[in-house]
């Protein structure tokens, strides 16, 4: 008889050790807000929850690359937008200087120098410590400028970095400033649109007095200030297609983010609500066992 009621005892604890297994492991889930904690809680969602995590690790890094990109093409273009104002003021300058040169020459010449000199701080723009123009060679600047000596050309750099999409497309690749401000023909001299050369021919025909050379450098000018155009276009054509991916990349993550939350988060009032059963479980089994205790202990004592 005192076994059968030790069975029964046995059995009645391992029930409430089974309850309050339950109750920790719901009060876990709300507590941490995952229904899944360690993969033993749900092994078959495991995978599911490791391959989203790693797709939307993947889209935060995207993004900040996008965003990276993103900075560097605003800064570019805000830049591009100020090579394009010094140009035009350098022609406004050359025509100024093809007919009253030899009044106020020291005056224009200086003005000159000066668009000359912020054109070069242009070429050398940094975002973040990169020097956003030098391509390939990003700790460096490309050119200096000396009033003595102009414009020099302070190494040659190639443009390879290449920023994709989620899908492997190409957005942009960064442009140089040789690229932009000094292009070259095929045989190494400025070719049509060199902005550098075409403030230099202006500087040499101002300093030389010779209004017929600032006359013709003003046609240069305006050939670079067509060529600054189109390099700027091309950045507005950069700007669209990473501000595109980004909203791309932004509704992937927010939908994977939903995906993993349905994996993984747990539902807050179905928790509650069982939390409240399992509780109301325990209550119960603990009166049971008080009965079970009584009915030992009489047995035993009879």
Request: hydrophobic share 35%.
């Amino acid at each position: 008889m005192v076994s059968g009621l030790s069975g029964s005892l046995q059995q009645y604890l391992g029930g409430l050790d089974g309850i309050q297994s339950k109750l920790n492991t719901i009060e876990a889930q709300i507590s941490s807000g995952y229904r899944v904690n360690q993969a033993s809680d749900d092994p078959a969602a495991v995978p599911g929850i490791l391959n989203t995590t790693s797709q939307i690790a993947a889209q935060t890094q995207t993004q900040a690359n996008l965003n990276q990109t993103k900075l560097e093409l605003d800064t570019g273009d805000g830049a591009l937008q100020s090579a394009v104002k010094l140009v035009e003021q350098a022609i406004s300058l050359g025509s100024q200087g093809a007919s009253t040169l030899s009044s106020n020459q020291a005056t224009l010449v200086q003005q000159v120098q000066d668009i000359q000199q912020q054109l070069v701080g242009l070429a050398n723009t940094q975002v973040n410590g990169r020097y956003i123009f030098s391509g390939d060679l990003d700790q460096q600047p490309l050119y200096s400028y000396d009033s003595s000596t102009g414009v020099t050309q302070l190494a040659t750099a190639t443009s390879t970095r290449a920023v994709t999409d989620g899908q492997g497309d190409t957005l942009w690749v960064a442009k140089t400033a040789q690229d932009i401000f000094d292009p070259r023909a095929s045989g190494g001299s400025a070719a049509s649109g060199n902005v550098f050369a075409a403030v230099q021919s202006l500087l040499t025909a101002m300093q030389n007095q010779d209004t017929s050379a600032a006359a013709t450098s003003v046609d240069s000018l305006k050939q670079a200030d067509d060529y600054l155009n189109q390099q700027l276009g091309l950045y507005g054509i950069g700007e669209n297609r990473v501000a595109s991916a980004l909203t791309a990349s932004t509704g992937a993550q927010t939908s994977l983010t939903q995906q993993l939350s349905g994996l993984r988060d747990t539902d807050m009032a179905n928790a509650a609500v069982e939390l409240n059963q399992v509780s109301i479980e325990q209550q119960a089994a603990m009166s049971a066992g008080a009965k079970i205790s009584q009915l030992s202990l009489f047995s035993y004592l009879g």
